[in-house]
């Protein structure tokens, strides 16, 4: 071989390296999915999925661009697409247990509990220490009334990942569905405990103190979300109910008038200010209210009480 022809020969091989010990397709498609994360939080979100299709075009194989892009596609509404890409996803790499478990919540947002379901099992038996995909099955048993499966999920959630608010009170509404009320406090408790601004777990320990009979502490509670959600018109209107109990008459018709300045106009609601309105001898409003509730509309009893307390107040 003579010295021209060697020469070429060393510059193929050397070319040859060159490409072998360049980036791989996913090198050169990671600063593509890193861009398109960071539109994707600026919330440009057209900007975003055409860096996550760059990196596709790229890495065809390559899933967690399929990951990424689902997951904002799911997050604008589009769930076909999210469905397809997190498809494409698993097929890239079927052990890739946050696609299923991405598909999942695709799944249920669609409506298509058993798909969801299905999908955070496979998630779980990829990595037993899934602790969204315990908490999500969880809320699909709680749909579906097996209360008993909910609430060893929503265990094994609290277990994997003991500082989530919304596992405990989910799991609180359980045992407050199955009777359970200590325990449903003591998860409410706990929720209230990580999470001060949860709302709705001061609403439901409310409630489950109102049935077991503690006004008192219920209103605390239901203070708390007023205080939160100062326009919640449950939380008027239970406290209002709560005040009914304890014989405070004041309390009772300013919290009902409140549901009504707030809401839309409630038979029920007027019915019960009115019936407030007649105990502290204020007879034209109660009349009012009760003629209002009797034009609105009240079921067979409530109609039979409200004639009935009209004619004497009118008498």
């Given at each position: 071989m003579?010295?021209?022809?060697?020469?070429?020969?060393?510059?193929?091989?050397?070319?040859?390296?060159?490409?072998?010990?360049?980036?791989?397709?996913?090198?050169?498609?990671?600063?593509?999915?890193?861009?398109?994360?960071?539109?994707?939080?600026?919330?440009?979100?057209?900007?975003?999925?055409?860096?996550?299709?760059?990196?596709?075009?790229?890495?065809?194989?390559?899933?967690d661009a399929y990951l990424k892009r689902g997951k904002l596609y799911r997050e604008v509404g589009q769930m076909s697409r999210a469905i397809a890409d997190f498809d494409q996803a698993i097929a890239n790499n079927s052990d890739n247990a946050e696609a299923y478990y991405e598909r999942g919540i695709a799944y249920y947002n669609g409506a298509d509990l058993d798909r969801a379901k299905a999908d955070f099992d496979q998630a779980i038996a990829i990595d037993p220490e899934y602790a969204k995909a315990f908490y999500n099955r969880g809320v699909i048993y709680a749909e579906l009334g097996d209360f008993d499966s909910a609430l060893a999920d929503y265990d094994q959630a609290i277990v994997l990942d003991p500082q989530d608010a919304q596992a405990y009170y989910n799991r609180g509404v359980i045992y407050g569905q199955k009777g359970d009320?200590?325990?449903?406090?003591?998860?409410?408790?706990?929720?209230?405990?990580?999470?001060?601004?949860?709302?709705?777990?001061?609403?439901?320990?409310?409630?489950?103190?109102?049935?077991?009979?503690n006004p008192d502490q219920a209103i605390a509670d239901y203070d708390q979300v007023i205080k939160i959600k100062p326009k919640n018109l449950n939380a008027y209107y239970s406290r209002g109910l709560a005040y009914l109990d304890k014989g405070d008459p004041d309390q009772v018709i300013a919290d009902f008038s409140q549901v009504l300045e707030i809401g839309e106009e409630d038979a029920i609601v007027f019915f019960l200010r009115g019936f407030t309105y007649a105990k502290l001898g204020e007879q034209d409003k109660a009349i009012s209210d009760l003629e209002k509730a009797l034009e609105i509309g009240l079921g067979p009893n409530r109609k039979q009480i409200a004639e009935q307390l009209l004619e004497s107040l009118k008498q």
């Open positions: 003579n010295l021209k022809s060697r020469t070429f020969l060393v510059s193929i091989i050397f070319f040859v390296l060159l490409i072998s010990c360049g980036p791989s397709k996913a090198e050169q498609a990671q600063p593509f999915i890193d861009s398109g994360l960071d539109f994707q939080e600026q919330g440009d979100y057209v900007r975003a999925i055409a860096e996550f299709d760059q990196a596709i075009a790229i890495d065809p194989k390559n899933a009320l200590d325990n449903a406090i003591a998860n409410y408790d706990q929720a209230i405990a990580l999470d001060p601004q949860h709302w709705e777990a001061f609403f439901n320990r409310g409630l489950a103190y109102m049935d077991k009979g």
